[in-house]
């Protein structure tokens, strides 16, 4: 299950993609474009981009590929001449966030990842999320505490192993290189497909920090070397991974708490400066809130063009099935009721914060989205959920029965006005009223009520 965030996905791109689709409102406005136009629009474009803190070269070289594209033949012979600058942006702001890489799974097992980073970047938890993630494609992961320093750091390795229901390996007064020896042999023994070696941070980068990294490096064979780094510093990440990266072998990047910040710099910089592609990205505090990097759908999500591939897979992932079709059905044959109903906002409930659903939807439903106050509809969804948990089973399956009395104790037992009861109930009754009209008149009538 999706667990809840403090704030959506999509906030790391707030503001940039406001500023963006302004640019391209006004774009759009315009039947044909001239060398000014796109000019001007090149430079809301530099500016929006620098505002969220993406690295100046980046800046300089998207926009002139941008710009060159935009006044040459493929523009100027557009249908809509708008419309092809934002496709332009859209392909490269995607070659920008460069081509996506997987992890390296190749090879006899057991496969060794090693997770580095600056102390605070989020190592300890995304070890445990990709953990989650691995196992759930069919691995048997061995997690590993080999950070011997920071305090209570063993300890919350092992509590997310406990509740993962994965094995954890460590060795007290065993240093670092020693104990991922030892693990890596332990997994041999055991029969384990991966293994995550949870490392050590410092507070900055220094010479001791990067000689035990080193040091593991050569005392195990690595498929991965894979860098921890908090996208809410902005620049700094892009440097921090620079540091790295000239003292050991980076094979790609875990950036973390991009639901954190309404910049997005470090996102899409890192890639272009650094030269080490982007695996994964950290979407909340869950241990389910980790993608694999896409970034044809984060230019989208940047874009304002919504997400509707990884909202299928969130579907796909978290969704009975089977409940679906079978609430699917009912609802075609008229025979829908409020217990169903209760049932299907908990479909919903996995999904994830209800922001998070409303701004990945693509096309207009997305900007609609984006002027739905997150926490007012989830307050909503809450509301509805205790009116619905406030009715007996018999008034859930048979709502005629809730006359004038029975509303008044369902308003109270759930905390809400008869009035909030009521506006329910139309809801229902309207969303009836609609499976009828679709059944009898099939797809026609489904487009009058919606055309």
Do not use: W
Request: overall charge neutral; charged content about 30%; cysteine-free.
């Amino acid at each position: 299950m999706f667990e809840e965030t403090s704030r959506s996905f999509d906030f790391m791109f707030e503001n940039l993609t406001t500023r963006l689709n302004k640019v391209f409102d006004k774009l759009n406005r315009r039947g044909k474009l001239s060398e000014s136009d796109v000019d001007e629009a090149m430079r809301e474009v530099r500016l929006a981009l620098l505002e969220a803190d993406v690295h100046y070269k980046v800046v300089k070289d998207f926009v002139a590929r941008v710009r060159e594209r935009s006044i040459g033949h493929e523009v100027s012979k557009a249908l809509n001449p708008g419309q092809q600058v934002v496709k332009i942006v859209n392909e490269e702001l995607i070659a920008t966030l460069g081509e996506p890489e997987r992890l390296n799974m190749r090879g006899p097992k057991p496969r060794t990842i090693m997770l580095v980073g600056l102390q605070g970047s989020g190592k300890t938890t995304h070890a445990g999320k990709l953990a989650k993630l691995l196992r759930g494609q069919g691995e048997r992961v061995l997690l590993v505490a080999a950070d011997p320093y920071r305090p209570a750091a063993v300890q919350q390795l092992q509590t997310l192993g406990e509740r993962l229901g994965i094995e954890v390996f460590t060795e007290p007064g065993i240093a670092p290189p020693d104990l991922a020896k030892h693990a890596v042999q332990r997994a041999e023994r055991g029969g384990f497909g991966v293994v995550i070696l949870d490392t050590a941070g410092r507070s900055q980068l220094d010479d001791a920090l990067m000689d035990e990294i080193r040091a593991i490096n050569s005392k195990v064979d690595l498929a991965e070397i894979l860098l921890v780094v908090d996208s809410m510093i902005g620049q700094e990440a892009v440097n921090i991974a620079e540091g790295f990266r000239d003292a050991v072998p980076l094979t790609g990047l875990i950036l973390t708490k991009i639901d954190g910040d309404a910049r997005g710099g470090a996102a899409i910089s890192i890639r272009s400066v650094t030269g080490v592609p982007i695996k994964f990205l950290g979407t909340g505090e869950g241990l389910d809130a980790i993608e694999v990097f896409d970034p044809s759908r984060l230019s989208s999500r940047i874009l304002g063009m919504g997400d509707i591939l990884g909202l299928i897979e969130r579907a796909e992932s978290a969704l009975d099935q089977e409940t679906a079709q079978r609430q699917a059905e009912k609802m075609m044959a008229g025979e829908f009721t409020l217990e169903d109903f209760k049932e299907q906002l908990g479909q919903v409930r996995k999904l994830g914060p209800i922001g998070q659903i409303l701004e990945m939807l693509p096309g207009g439903m997305g900007q609609a989205a984006r002027q739905v106050d997150p926490n007012e509809a989830e307050s909503q969804l809450k509301m509805t959920e205790a009116i619905i948990n406030s009715m007996t089973v018999k008034e859930r399956r048979n709502p005629k029965l809730l006359n004038a009395s029975r509303r008044r104790r369902i308003a109270a037992g759930s905390g809400t006005e008869v009035q909030d009861v009521n506006r329910l109930l139309k809801q229902y009754r309207d969303a009836q009223r609609m499976f009828k009209t679709i059944r009898k008149s099939g797809m026609s009538g489904l487009s009058r009520l919606f055309g």
